[in-house]
């Protein structure tokens, strides 16, 4: 019964500046190994992880994504949801499994298989004196990042992560997060719109007091005036075009 | 620079016998508050979680589930996808935002923020001595379970997680992982059909050696057997129709 873990991840930013130096490959392995170590929906372990050092493919993957640390960090990963080695078992057994990972089911089985993985990963990586940030920002061209890597079918990058040694002057801290009772409901759902509304008024003061400490006052947006920003621009509209290309729900 | 993570990593197997003990509402909450610093897509934040203590709820969401361990636990938690309090935001503030959390892309980032939140209460929960199992199988009925918890519309029940004091007679130990080079590729993905099937061979017989240690000799079969059988098997067809009656996948 130890408070290890819970201080740890109380400590949690996202960092996106790195020294140069590489982390070592004996690292890498036993943070794949941590990763692979969650659990895994029915034992179907549907996962792949791309690891990352070639400058070229780094700098193939920056034009996706945008972000400079997808080239300056020091190991880049892409987590992939992979049901190919399940199609080879399904084609060498002569069973029809096609129906598993061409589901709605087989995709959230997939994606929340790989989110365990790199959740595990992201964690042991902050234990070892590390820093990270998931890139969500690889799926702004799914088709391309499957061209670059050399994805076959059945399999779909769900997104990357930038490690390495923090920089000496990168200054995160943890970002507030919506207040507790507002993400936590005792034995059901509490859907007040009016309790609601005053969560996120309070929550949007909250997150405007940070940026603008963190700002010297350039910047006071509040929570939902982020969200209603960001998500009223249309992001990635042709994910499932692209999942279904890539054979996922499909039926 | 430490590996006190990656050790307790690498202990971890899910338990699905507990003492009858309840955890202590305060642990639950550093739990959940060690969930919510996970990171989070555009600090989105699309998840709740519902803790459950009522032992009536639990028994109704085990008549889903078909799990002893559903009811028999130190505590219950029900993770759910929401878009909810974004939908508040979408009205009040005269936006339309529902392309983000209709489309796939929506689905992808709810399912991977929740899966984060979860592992790092697994993780938090484990380093404090407790066990835990999460529980797919809540997705055998997702109509029933949105019902017996009233959730709204932007919502979606995507799995749970039983905690507790492992049972004294909890024999768990960790289950052997595909091999690391069989899921780790170094800058592009290893497709070769024959590579893969050597290795899921060599995998085939440690997993058949470990169920015949772990049952006396009782179940000896093979990893492929099990997904084959598992995944020719229809699971949850009625997945994609759920998830558009709560407003997912639309567009």
Known sequence: MTDYVYNLL?????VRKFNPNDIPEETIKELIEAGQNASTSSYLQTYSIIGINDPTIKEQLKEVSGQPYVVENGYLLVFVMDYYRH????????VDMSVSFESAEGLLVGAIDVALVAQNIA????????????????????????????LPEHTFPLFGMALGEPADDENGEP?????????????KYNSDKERQRQEIEAFDQTVSEYYRNRT????????????AGFMSSKQRLEMLEQLNKSGFIKQ
Chains 1, 2 share one sequence.
């Open 10 to 14: 109380k400590q949690h930013h996202s």
């Open 87 to 94: 199609a080879t078992i399904n084609d060498d057994k002569k």
């Open 123 to 150: 964690v042991t990586a902050e234990d070892k004196g590390y820093g990270m940030v998931y890139l969500g920002s690889l799926r702004n061209d799914v088709a391309r990042v499957k061209d670059i890597l050399g």
């Open 175 to 187: 970002k507030p997060r919506l207040p507790l009772e507002h993400i936590f409901h005792q034995n």
């Open 216 to 227: 010297n006052g350039e910047r006071s947006e509040t929570w939902s005036d982020q969200i």
